[in-house]
Nanobody
Framework: QVQLVESGGGLVQAGGSLRLSCAAS????????MGWFRQAPGKEREFVAAISWSGGTIYYADSVKGRFTISRENAKNTVYLQMNSLKPEDTAVYYCAASRGGYSSTRSVDFGYWGQGTQVTVSS
């Protein structure tokens, strides 16, 4: 069992940056694959980025590639999402997710644990 708490969301102007953090409880964090997903109003939840337990395998959605960076610090039970060059279309609730499989995945069904989400709003 793992509990996830996101932080770092907020309001930022287009072109700005934010860093999201996801703190996980439990001693098995280093064995979990981690991911970030987002959901904009009226839209389905979509994949943003994912990282394997070791950090060796990373995936990004095409829409964020080159602008967002996912990373993790297993010693701190934390995964991060650095978001640069933000656009209004990045506005969404961002969710952190954990997969017991330990691998990196783009599919939400592979993640069994989810945080409550943090709002990111990018103004034009």
């Amino acid at each position: 069992q793992v509990q996830l708490v996101e932080s770092g969301g907020g309001l930022v102007q287009a072109g700005g940056s934010l860093r999201l953090s996801c703190a996980a409880s439990g001693r098995a964090f280093s064995s979990y694959g981690m991911g970030w997903f987002r959901q904009a109003p009226g839209k389905e939840r979509e994949f943003v980025a994912a990282i394997s337990w070791s950090g060796g395998t990373i995936y990004y959605a095409d829409s964020v590639k080159g602008r967002f960076t996912i990373s993790r610090e297993n010693a701190k039970n934390t995964v991060y999402l650095q978001m640069n060059s933000l656009k209004p279309e990045d506005t969404a609730v961002y969710y952190c997710a954990a997969s017991r499989g330990g691998y990196s995945s783009t599919r939400s069904v592979d993640f069994g644990y989810w945080g409550q989400g943090t709002q990111v709003t990018v103004s034009s």
